[in-house]
Nanobody, 124 residues
Framework: QVQLVQSGGGLAQAGDSLRLSCAAS????????VGWFRQAPGKEREFVGVQWWSGSSSHYADSVKGRFTISVDKTENTVYLQMDNLKPEDTAVYYC?????????????????WGQGTQVTVSS
């Protein structure tokens, strides 16, 4: 089993940057895919990005491509979501997720393990 504990988030102004953290515990993390999702009030949870724990490849939603970057610190067993050039439409609760997969799924239902979520609010 894998446990994911999130930290970071908060209030930011449009054009600013934030970094979210997702600390992982468990064994065999090198075989996992790590995904980031977000959900605004009253809206469906949407895909943000995904990357192999090994860091060999990644994929991002068009809405965040070029602005958000996923990275993995294997020493601290922590996954980061670096968010640059934030926009008001980025406001949401952000979740990290992980699963044993052979492909980088963009579907939330494909992920077994989830962090508790953290709020990101971006003002104009």
């Amino acid at each position: 089993q894998v446990q994911l504990v999130q930290s970071g988030g908060g209030l930011a102004q449009a054009g600013d940057s934030l970094r979210l953290s997702c600390a992982a515990s468990g064994r065999g993390l090198g075989s996992y895919v790590v995904g980031w999702f977000r959900q605004a009030p009253g809206k469906e949870r949407e895909f943000v990005g995904v990357q192999w724990w090994s860091g060999s490849s990644s994929h991002y939603a068009d809405s965040v491509k070029g602005r958000f970057t996923i990275s993995v610190d294997k020493t601290e067993n922590t996954v980061y979501l670096q968010m640059d050039n934030l926009k008001p439409e980025d406001t949401a609760v952000y979740y990290c997720a992980a699963d044993l997969q052979f492909s980088m799924s963009t579907e939330a239902q494909a992920y077994e393990y989830w962090g508790q979520g953290t709020q990101v609010t971006v003002s104009s």
